[in-house]
């Protein structure tokens, strides 16, 4: 069964970068849409961006032109580049597959902390 594995996240100040990693166990991530959530305290899990299979790239307006999803097949690993961050973009990162026959699987997360 496959699993994920986020990590990267880590302390920050404004303006900083970071690139998250989630890696895939048990199967090859390059088969499925990966998508890349966050949720803050105190709010509902929202999605920041996703790549397919054929890495086609989608993001979720507050995030365009400062994140970027990729993916390296090889290493069965989806990144997320999150650049000019900002304290709003504190959270816990977490990504996400549909796989057949399962539904969603979910890794435990990644925390980001954005922090002067």
């Known amino acids: 069964q496959v699993q994920l594995v986020e990590s990267g996240g880590g302390l920050v100040q404004p303006g900083g970068s970071l690139r998250l990693s989630c890696a895939a166990s048990?199967?090859?991530?390059?088969?499925?849409?990966v998508s890349w959530y966050r949720q803050a305290p105190g709010k509902q899990r929202e999605l920041v961006a996703t790549?397919?299979?054929?890495?086609?790239?989608n993001y979720a307006d507050f995030v365009k032109g400062r994140f970027t999803i990729s993916r390296d097949n090889a290493k069965n690993t989806v990144y997320l580049q999150v650049n000019s961050l900002k304290p709003e973009d504190a959270a816990v990162y977490y990504c996400?597959?549909?796989?057949?026959?399962?539904?969603?699987?979910w890794g435990r997360g990644t925390q980001v902390t954005v922090s002067s």
């Open positions: 996400k597959i549909v796989a057949g026959g399962v539904g969603n699987v």
């Open positions: 048990g199967s090859s991530l390059g088969i499925y849409v």
């Open positions: 790549i397919t299979s054929g890495s086609r790239t």
